[in-house]
């Protein structure tokens, strides 16, 4: 069975600077794709950075980065130069090469980004 | 229209009720999914439709009934609900199969049962 653990409920940080959301992840597959996705107040779930469990290299999307180590099993999101309007829920998924489209999700991290 | 679309927004409904939540994907992809989102869960996959075939369903209660008539359109028919369907109902697509295609989402059915 594959399960994400994000166990940061809420993080606060001030605006301009830099934060990390973790992440941890379980998985027998040897080949497996991360996510990280945004859930605004509005509700829509916005896709930010994938990383390919092959890949050698941290996957970066313009202030989002994501911190891959594999050993670990975890993939924290770092945003950087945070802004007020990054204050949404923050989602870590995991897809494996056998789970057959599916997408299991964490519980999610609160951020609050403070002027 | 752009990415994926979700109506109605809001839904209140008793539960002798019967209703449907409508999805639509602008963006030429052959897979869709419904999820459910409960307060302090995570997202829980309900349903996968893959080139209109239903290829998953994760234990999902027969009083929700999936529909997909083509590979743009998917709904889900709602009939005699409990307070506990109270949730964000979230409609996603992707194009398969490639492994590692990330799922697009709609922003969402508030759903509240009475």
């Known amino acids: 069975a594959q399960k994400i653990t994000q166990t940061q409920p809420g993080m606060f940080v001030q605006e301009k600077e830099a934060v990390t959301l973790d992440c941890t992840y379980d998985?027998?597959?040897?080949?497996?794709?991360l996510f990280w996705y945004k859930q605004p107040s509005s509700g829509e779930m916005i896709f930010l950075i994938y990383?390919?469990?092959?890949?050698?290299q941290n996957a970066t999307e313009g202030r989002y980065s994501l911190n891959f180590q594999k050993a670990r099993k975890s993939a924290n999101l770092v945003i950087s130069a945070s802004q007020l309007g990054d204050s949404a829920m923050y989602f870590c998924?995991?897809?494996?090469?056998?789970?057959?489209?599916?997408?299991?999700f964490g519980k999610g991290t609160l951020l609050t980004v403070n002027p | 229209e752009t990415g994926v679309t979700q109506t109605p927004r809001h839904l209140v409904m008793g539960m002798t009720n019967k209703k449907s939540l409508k999805c639509e994907q602008h963006l030429g992809h052959n897979a869709m999914y419904w999820y459910k989102q409960s307060a302090k869960k995570p997202l829980e996959l309900m349903f996968v439709?893959?080139?209109?075939?239903?290829?998953e369903n994760n234990s999902v209660p027969s009083r929700f009934s999936p529909e997909c008539p083509n590979s743009s359109h998917l709904f889900l028919h709602l009939h005699t609900l409990q307070p506990e369907d109270s949730a964000l109902y979230l409609c996603?697509?992707?194009?398969?199969?490639?492994?590692?295609?990330?799922?697009?989402f709609g922003p969402g059915t508030r759903l509240t049962v009475l």
């Open positions: 439709y893959n080139f209109k075939e239903q290829t």
């Open positions: 996603a697509s992707s194009q398969e199969p490639r492994p590692y295609n990330e799922q697009f």
């Open positions: 998924a995991m897809r494996p090469l056998s789970s057959n489209y599916k997408l299991t």
């Open positions: 998985t027998s597959d040897q080949s497996y794709g």
């Open positions: 990383q390919g469990s092959y890949d050698e």
